[in-house]
């Protein structure tokens, strides 16, 4: 695929899409799970502390694959690791599809998980490593719109079969399974990432000092990379925290606090992700351009009324379906699909997918400790919970600007002679 400037190819519009499909099995496996454990509920004897456990579990596996999957990516390539991943997470669908009892969800939470995880990083790099200089923030952020996607499918599914208990939820690790195993066909026939490929065997030219400064993880904690990770970090983990609560607790929040049914919950959502879709598709044709920045100002003001909104009005089925009107365009611009561009800004390709890995873990291990407590939280004391995540989304988005000053680093390791001095790369311009 070239890699110069210019308008996206089809081919690479299709390689990008099956790399940016690992975004729609993770929306699907994280919505899945919420709606599933509450249908899992009676016939399998859950509590809610149970249901809790097991949702902090899903985002917990997700945290250690994304660590870990994000440095096996740089290590030995992007294309051996998304291929195995997929074909985890299959399996991992396909035992909680087919649960017998209670006790077979917990190994199928964590095989789901940690392959839904290690996928991300991999993926997202392998896209922005193969797009156009120029064309590179929609190529990524076609993943963010795969991501709706993936939730549109599951609380379409979700509709349909949420009157159906236990097979309801069977019928929601199915279409994961399906959709898993027609990535792993497709990913078979891909080809490694021409950019990670000749990068590495760059690497292998150099000395071993001077290759470690461009190849070991470690060098994230060290300049010129400490500040990017640092903020990135900080950006994702307080973000994620909150935005984590309304995915994956939607339909706990709408049954057992507002007092509704999965249908009516998996319906209202399915209205309002269509509306998802053409926010995801108007950051697309934003986020190459100058003025990307005025658009996550307004993004982060509907994000922190996502919460706010709840806090205030209380919650009701109608206040919640107000909020995720207003959530939706925030976080389009404001949350997941930027960052996702900027981490692969900020960092060099040896490094990319090691940190980019590493932030999801921080962020995901952070929102599995705070699943553990979600749903008591939301059973007892259900609006000061609200006024807290609006108070750190509202932390998060002062984050932004900075991030966006950041160096830009290049998609390239350096001249033949040697990695550059500080252990990073020439800075970038800023794409548009």
Request: aromatic share 8%.
């Amino acid at each position: 695929m070239d890699t110069g400037k210019g308008k996206p190819t089809g081919r690479m519009w299709l390689r990008s899409g099956v790399a940016g499909m690992a975004s729609y099995l993770d929306a699907a496996a994280i919505v899945s799970t919420g709606a599933a454990l509450v249908l899992y509920k009676d016939p399998l004897g859950l509590s809610a502390a149970a249901i809790g456990a097991l949702s902090a579990a899903l985002t917990l596996a997700i945290a250690v694959g994304s660590l870990l999957g994000g440095r096996l990516g740089d290590r030995f390539g992007r294309r051996r690791v998304f291929v195995a991943t997929v074909s985890m997470l299959a399996t991992g669908a396909a035992v909680l599809a087919a649960a017998p009892s209670r006790g077979w969800l917990l190994p199928g939470v964590l095989l789901l998980g940690f392959a839904a995880g290690a996928d991300l990083p991999v993926s997202i790099s392998l896209i922005g490593e193969e797009a156009p200089a120029g064309a590179r923030g929609k190529l990524i952020a076609l993943s963010q719109l795969l991501w709706y996607l993936g939730m549109c499918a599951t609380q379409l599914t979700g509709l349909l079969v949420g009157g159906l208990g236990a097979t309801g939820a069977r019928l929601l690790y199915l279409h994961v399974l399906l959709v898993a195993l027609l990535v792993l066909a497709l990913r078979l026939r891909m080809p490694e990432s021409r950019q990670w490929a000749s990068q590495r065997r760059l690497a292998r030219e150099l000395d071993a000092g001077a290759a470690a400064r461009v190849t070991a993880g470690r060098q994230l904690l060290r300049a010129p990379h400490r500040r990017a990770v640092a903020s990135l970090a900080c950006f994702y983990v307080l973000t994620l925290v909150a935005a984590n609560t309304m995915g994956q607790f939607t339909t706990y929040l709408y049954v057992e606090v507002a007092g509704t049914t999965v249908q009516v919950a998996s319906g209202i959502n399915l209205a309002i992700l269509f509306f998802s879709l053409a926010m995801a598709a108007l950051f697309m044709r934003v986020v190459d351009g100058r003025h990307r920045m005025r658009w996550y100002t307004l993004g982060a003001v509907g994000f922190v009324l996502y919460f706010a909104l709840p806090a205030v009005l209380g919650v009701h089925v109608w206040s919640l379906a107000l909020a995720k009107v207003i959530g939706t365009f925030g976080t389009a611009l404001a949350f997941e699909a930027i960052f996702k561009v900027w981490s692969q800004e900020a960092f060099p390709t040896l490094l990319r997918s090691t940190a980019q890995g590493a932030v999801m873990a921080v962020a995901r291990g952070a929102a599995a400790a705070a699943a553990l407590w979600t749903p008591t939280l939301l059973d007892t004391t259900p609006r000061t919970l609200f006024v807290v995540l609006a108070a750190v989304v509202a932390v998060a988005m002062l984050l932004g600007p900075f991030i966006e000053r950041l160096p830009k680093r290049t998609l390239s390791l350096g001249t033949p002679g040697g990695p550059a001095a500080d252990g990073g790369l020439p800075a970038e311009p800023r794409p548009g």
